[in-house]
C-alpha cells in the first residue's frame, strides 16, 4: 500500500503512528518523529521528498499480515516519484486535511493511482482543527467530512474505468472511509466507532476537557488505518490479475503473463524497478514490485532497457532509511536489490530477455524550469558531473545536460522547489557551486505546413525534399499518454492513425517517434537507396529536433514528412557528414517557412481564499497575464482555478501573501504549452538567445538553403 496527498495533509505523520505500532519507532515520538522523512532536507522543511518504503507486520483477527507500505511525496515538483511508486503497490490511503479539503494535487494523486489500477481508501486528518480552531460543531463536523466524502467519489466517477466507478467508492458503510488526528495519533471509522461505542460528540468533548491525549489509547490510528487496508485493498495475488493487464503489453496468455497475473512464487522472475538510491558505500539500490517469480542473492538477471545481463549481490527489504538484508525474496513483494549498476527507474528486470517489458511510467508534468550550474573552483568538474548523473539516476524527472557549445551544464526540473532540492543535495556533499537564477524551458513548433522544400548535401550529389506540418493536439497528447510510441508494434501504430484520418501511406510510414511527440514520416514512391540512409536521416531530423532554429530550444508537435529523396549510387559518397547536415537543414527550411512559434509552460493555479478577498486574488492572476477559468464557493472558502504562464510564477509568493494578507491558499501544477503572445515573442526570443551566446537575431530560412 501506498500513502498519497496533497502537501502537507499529514502522510508522514500518519507514517509514524503506523511504524510505531509496528514496533520500529518509540510511541512517544508518532507523530513528531517524521521517521520516514530521514533526509536532513526534509527534516528540515518539514516536508516528505523522496518516497521512502518500510513493512510492517498488523495482526487483525488472529491473522497475521505483512505490509509493503510506501510513503510519497505531497508537493506537485515530486510528483514523479509518486508515479513511479504507484507501480508497486496495489492500494493507496489517500490522506486529506478536513481544514483544506480535496486539494488540486489530492486530485492529481488520486487520478494516477486510478491510471494504474491502484484502490484508493480514504483517512480525513487534523480534525482536532475543527473543533480547535474552526469551533465547529459535532453536527457541523459530519457535514465538512460528508461533503470531503462526497468530493472524492466524484473524483472516482471522473478518473476510474467503469468496472471499478461504483466498486470503490468509498463510505463509511463499506469502512473504506476514516478520520481523526495523525498529530494527536487517533483515527476511528464505522466499524471501531461500533466497536467501542464510539461517537462524534466524544471527539469534541476530549478537546473542549482537554483529554485528547487519551483519544489515542481509546482508538489508536494504526488500527483504523491497517485494518481499513487489510478489508479494502487486494493482496497481491488477486490485485495483480487487474493490474498486469494494465501496466504490461505482452501476451498475457503467455507462461510469463500467467505467472504474473497469479504472482507465482515459482515463475521466471520478472520486476519493475520503481526507485533507484545512490549509496555512497553501497553503489546503486534498485527497489520495486516484483510480479513474478523468486529472487535470491547471487543469481543473474536481464535489464530490458539497458540490455545487459546483472547479478545481484544483495537481497534486502528498506525499513525506512535502513536495509534489512534477507537473502531471497519472492513475488508480490518490494525488494531493495544491490549489485544492479545499470538500472533505472521504470526498468525491467527478468530471467528472460525477449519479454516485453512495463508500459512506461506516463508522468502527468514535464520539466518547465531549468538553471545553469557550475563548480567554483574548476578542478571540481569532475565530481560536478558525477554527482550531476547520479541525481538524474534517483529522479529520472530531474534532466541533466551539457551544452557542449557554451560548455553550460543544466538541470531542469518541474519547479523552482525541485532545482532548490537539487542544488542543496549537491551542496551537501561539500562540492561549492555556482547557480544561476531559475530560467523557464520553451519550446518550438509551427502553426502552418509548408514544404516540400529541397535540401542538398554539402557534396550536391544527393537531395532531400520533404515538408512539415503541425502533429494535432489529440496526437499529441496520444504520444504523452504512451498510446503512440517509438517502440509500438508498427502495424499497430497504422491502424490507429488511420483512424484518426492519416491516409494509408503515411500511416504506413512512420519512422520515427520521439518524447517531444514529433512524428518523422517516409512516403516517398520507388526512390532508390531509402532504407540504406534511414538511420542517417532520424539522425539529422532528431539533431535538428532537439535544439530548433529559433532559440536552440527543443521542437514540440511537428510532423515531418520525406516526399522524396536522390541519392548517390556510391555509398561512399551519401555517408553520415552528407546525409545528415542536408536532412537537419531541409527540415530548419521547412520549419521557418511554416509560421513558427515559441511555446511557453502554463501551470494551473487552484486558490482558496475567504470571499471577501476573492477580488485580491483575481486581480492577482490577471496582472500576471493569467485567466480565470472558474469560480466556485465551497463552505467558508472560495475556490478560483485559473491559468498562468509559468515566466510570471517565480515571484507568485510574495504577491500573493501581499494582496490576500496571507490568507490564500493555493496550489500550482503543470498544465499545458502555449504561444508565447505575439507582442512578446521577439523579446523572449532575444533574451533566450542572449543567454545562450547566440547572435540576437534568430537565422532565416535562406540561411539554411544549400545554393
Not at 293 to 314: P, Y
Not at 489 to 506: F, V
Request: glycine share 8%.
Amino acid at each position: 500500500m501506498g500513502i498519497i496527498a496533497h502537501v502537507d495533509h499529514g502522510k508522514t505523520t500518519m507514517s509514524d503512528s503506523l511504524l510505531a505500532a509496528a514496533g520500529l519507532l518509540s510511541p512517544s515520538m508518532a507523530g513528531t518523529a517524521l521517521a520516514l522523512d530521514y533526509m536532513e532536507e526534509e527534516q528540515k522543511r518539514q516536508m516528505t521528498i523522496k518516497a521512502a518504503n518500510v513493512s510492517l507486520l498488523h495482526e487483525r483477527n488472529g491473522t497475521l499480515y505483512v505490509i509493503n507500505l510506501i510513503d510519497t511525496p505531497g508537493h506537485v515538483d515530486f510528483s514523479g516519484r509518486v508515479t513511479r511508486s504507484l507501480r508497486a503497490i496495489d492500494g493507496a490511503v489517500v490522506v486529506v486535511d478536513s481544514v483544506e479539503e480535496i486539494m488540486v494535487q489530492t486530485e492529481t494523486v488520486t487520478r494516477q493511482a486510478l491510471e494504474e489500477r491502484v484502490r484508493p481508501v480514504l483517512y480525513i486528518n487534523k480534525i482536532d482543527r475543527l473543533i480547535k480552531e474552526l469551533r465547529l460543531t459535532a453536527d457541523q463536523i459530519q457535514e465538512r467530512i460528508g461533503r470531503i466524502i462526497t468530493e472524492f467519489n466524484r473524483l472516482i466517477e471522473l478518473y476510474a474505468e467503469p468496472e471499478y466507478r461504483e466498486k470503490w467508492k468509498v463510505s463509511f458503510a463499506t469502512n473504506t472511509v476514516a478520520m481523526g488526528s495523525a498529530k494527536d495519533r487517533w483515527g476511528f471509522n464505522a466499524e471501531i466507532a461500533k466497536e467501542k461505542n464510539f461517537k462524534f460528540s466524544d471527539v469534541v468533548d476530549a478537546y473542549t476537557k482537554e483529554t485528547a491525549s487519551e483519544l489515542g489509547q481509546q482508538a489508536p490510528l494504526h488500527e483504523a488505518i491497517l485494518n481499513m487496508a487489510v478489508e479494502s485493498m487486494p493482496p497481491p495475488h488477486i490485485a495483480q490479475k487487474y493490474r498486469i493487464p494494465k501496466v504490461w503489453k505482452g501476451d498475457i496468455n503467455s507462461e510469463v503473463g500467467q505467472a504474473m497475473m497469479n504472482c507465482d512464487d515459482n515463475g521466471p522472475v520478472v520486476m519493475a524497478i520503481t526507485n533507484i538510491v545512490v549509496d555512497p558505500q553501497a553503489g546503486v539500490v534498485a527497489s520495486g514490485r516484483l510480479f513474478s517469480g523468486t529472487i535470491k542473492e547471487g543469481s543473474t538477471f536481464h535489464l530490458l532497457g539497458a540490455r545487459v545481463d546483472q547479478r545481484v549481490q544483495q537481497v534486502c527489504i528498506f525499513m525506512g532509511p535502513y536495509r534489512e538484508i534477507i537473502g531471497t525474496i519472492s513475488a508480490g513483494n518490494i525488494p531493495a536489490l544491490l549489485g544492479l549498476e545499470g538500472a533505472k527507474a521504470g526498468e525491467t528486470l527478468s530471467t528472460i530477455k525477449d519479454i516485453a517489458p512495463f508500459e512506461a511510467v506516463h508522468y502527468v508534468t514535464e520539466p518547465v524550469v531549468t538553471m545553469a550550474v557550475e563548480p567554483k573552483h574548476s578542478r571540481d568538474l569532475p565530481k560536478l558531473i558525477d554527482l550531476l548523473r547520479k541525481l538524474s539516476l534517483e529522479d529520472p524527472n530531474l534532466v541533466t545536460k551539457i551544452n557542449e557549445e557554451t560548455g553550460e551544464y543544466l538541470i531542469a526540473g518541474m519547479g523552482t522547489l525541485h532545482l532548490e532540492i537539487a542544488n542543496t543535495l549537491i551542496t551537501k556533499t561539500g562540492l561549492e557551486i555556482v547557480t544561476s537564477k531559475p530560467i523557464v524551458i520553451y519550446r518550438e513548433s509551427i502553426r502552418a505546413s509548408a514544404g516540400p522544400v529541397e535540401g542538398k548535401s554539402p557534396n550536391k550529389h544527393n537531395k532531400v525534399y520533404i515538408e512539415v506540418e503541425p502533429l494535432p493536439e489529440k496526437l499529441v497528447s496520444m504520444i504523452k499518454e504512451g498510446k503512440i510510441g517509438e517502440y509500438q508494434d508498427r502495424h499497430e501504430m497504422a491502424k490507429i492513425l488511420r483512424e484518426e484520418g492519416w491516409p494509408p501511406d503515411e500511416a504506413r510510414g512512420v519512422w520515427s517517434v520521439d518524447e517531444g511527440s514529433n512524428m518523422l514520416v517516409e512516403v516517398t514512391k520507388g526512390a532508390q537507396y531509402v532504407q540504406e540512409v534511414k538511420e542517417m536521416i532520424i539522425a539529422g531530423y532528431r539533431w535538428g529536433l532537439k535544439e530548433g532554429p529559433l532559440a536552440y530550444e527543443q521542437i514540440r508537435g511537428i510532423k515531418m514528412k520525406i516526399t522524396d529523396v536522390s541519392l548517390h549510387e556510391d555509398p561512399v559518397h551519401r555517408g553520415p557528414a552528407q546525409i545528415m547536415p542536408m536532412s537537419r537543414r531541409a527540415f530548419f527550411v521547412a520549419f521557418l517557412n511554416a509560421d513558427p512559434i515559441l511555446l511557453e509552460p502554463v501551470q494551473k493555479i487552484t486558490v482558496k481564499i475567504p470571499p471577501e478577498l476573492l477580488g485580491a486574488a483575481t486581480s492577482v492572476i490577471s496582472q500576471k497575464r493569467g485567466k480565470i477559468l472558474s469560480v466556485d464557493q465551497r463552505g467558508h472558502l472560495v475556490y478560483v482555478v485559473g491559468e498562468l504562464p509559468t515566466a510570471e510564477t517565480f515571484d507568485l509568493s510574495e504577491v500573493m501573501r501581499g494582496a490576500s494578507q496571507g490568507r490564500a491558499f493555493w496550489g500550482l501544477e503543470f498544465s499545458r504549452w502555449a504561444p508565447v503572445p505575439q507582442s512578446l515573442i521577439m523579446q523572449v526570443i532575444a533574451d533566450i538567445r542572449k543567454r545562450k551566446g547566440l547572435p540576437p537575431e534568430p537565422q532565416k530560412a535562406e540561411d539554411f538553403m544549400e545554393m
